[in-house]
């Protein structure tokens, strides 16, 4: 069973940047379909990015187009954040997926790391 682990997360100003990282033990990153959510207090957990490898792009939430670019190699899933805001306070948390690709829905992923918390200031 792949147990994911996050890092990269921190505190930092409106408009700054963090980059995410995701790593796997118990499996290869490549195996599965992977995503990036993340969940804010008394929010729902949300979708934030994840590959559909059949069209052969990323899908974003419409929030983080243009500032959030997500990319992966054999060994990690990243998740570059620039042009921070205070809403994208959260905490973030990678997902992996055994079956399908591109899937929005939290229910479609099986593995989940313990989440790493970004906070912007303003």
């Known amino acids: 069973q792949v147990q994911l682990v996050e890092s990269g997360g921190g505190l930092v100003q409106a408009g700054g940047s963090l980059r995410l990282s995701c790593t796997a033990s118990?499996?290869?990153?490549?195996?599965?379909?992977m995503a990036w959510f993340r969940q804010a207090p008394g929010e729902e957990r949300e979708f934030v990015a994840t590959m559909d490898w059949s069209a052969g792009r990323f899908r974003y939430l419409d929030s983080v187009k243009g500032r959030f670019t997500m990319s992966r190699d054999n060994a990690k899933v990243y998740l570059q954040m620039n042009s921070l805001k205070p809403e994208d306070t959260a905490v973030y948390f990678c997902?992996?997926?055994?079956w399908g690709n591109g899937r929005v829905d939290t229910s479609a992923y099986q593995y989940w790391g313990q989440g790493t918390q970004v906070t912007i200031s303003s």
């Open positions: 118990g499996g290869t990153l490549s195996s599965y379909a």
């Open positions: 997902a992996a997926a055994q």
